[in-house]
């Protein structure tokens, strides 16, 4: 299966270079099966001490049933500990700040130790439905998308606010510099302070999960249908993968900008897989 997976990659590639004359592509490093219905990936860490966390939805991505929970991995596709923490219902996004990882958690943000694991409190968030990505800020503001209410909230001092509505089928969030990047249906939003919103690329073939930034205004972009995306400065899109008649979903990517690899969480394969970009 790794190898088939690799050839889907690989030949996608090709396939994406020799219609369009375009430069880039996702080598497989490694696939690594046994997770819990992964959803989301984030790197963290320097050297040898450098850990991916995965959130595992295991139950159904709906259902406040506590099966959920993050897995520590390897970047080299160990699983080190994949009960590191339990107990939760659905957990998707990540996002560290300082000496904590929080949680995006269908209605709350889970506020975790890093140091041990501990779940620290969970932070609410009214009229929440479906908690999805979290992007942190320089000053520590937490935001979080709620895909099935079209919103993002921020979370200040332990305290949970409505930031923007209006957001259709917000997902993807990463803070760069003052503006917040939002994958927004088909569509990545770039808004800054004052709300400002502006359409950095559009015409995704589905909604946007994972956003990761890779190079000054490029990004690579998944869907969860089995799609990823490379976005130029100018909003071109450049298809680098798509695993859609496989079945092969992309959820909430990763990046490790150290070494250019590509973290993508593959949800019903119960795996994840590694690229080189």
């Not at 939805?57 to 099966?67: L, N, R």
């Not at 939003?189 to 919103?197: A, I, P, Q, W």
């Not at 956003?211 to 799609?227: H, M, N, Q, S």
Request: hydrophobic residues 40%.
């Amino acid at each position: 299966m790794k190898k088939w997976l690799s050839g889907i990659a690989l030949m996608t590639a090709i396939s994406a270079q020799a219609a369009t004359g375009v430069s880039h592509q996702l080598e497989q490093v490694w696939f690594t099966e046994g997770l819990r219905t992964p959803e989301s990936v984030l790197v963290h860490g320097s050297g040898d001490a450098k850990v991916l966390f995965v959130s595992e939805i295991e139950g159904q991505g709906a259902d406040v049933d506590g099966k959920g929970g993050v897995a520590k991995m390897s970047p080299d596709g160990k699983i080190l500990n994949q009960d590191w923490v339990r107990g939760l219902n659905a957990p998707k996004g990540l996002g560290i700040f300082k000496d904590k990882l929080y949680v995006a958690d269908l209605t709350e943000v889970v506020e975790i130790a890093l140091d041990s694991g501990k779940i620290l409190r969970k932070i609410p968030v009214a009229d929440s439905v479906f908690l999805n990505d979290i992007a942190i800020s320089e000053k520590g503001e937490v935001f979080v998308s709620d895909t099935r209410t079209n919103k993002v909230h921020r979370i200040v001092d332990g305290k949970a606010e409505l930031w923007l509505d209006n957001v259709t089928s917000a997902n993807g969030l990463k803070v760069i510099d003052d503006q917040l990047i939002i994958g927004a249906g088909d569509q990545l939003l770039s808004v800054d302070r004052e709300k400002n919103t502006k359409v950095l690329a559009k015409g995704f073939a589905s909604g946007i999960d994972g956003v990761e930034p890779v190079a000054d205004g490029e990004f690579v972009v998944t869907c969860w249908v089995g799609l990823v995306y490379y976005v130029h400065a100018d909003g071109r899109l450049e298809q680098l993968i798509d695993s859609r008649e496989e079945k092969i979903n992309t959820a909430d990517l990763g990046y490790d900008a150290d070494t250019n690899t590509v973290y993508i969480p593959n949800f019903f394969k119960d795996s994840v897989t590694a690229y080189r970009l």
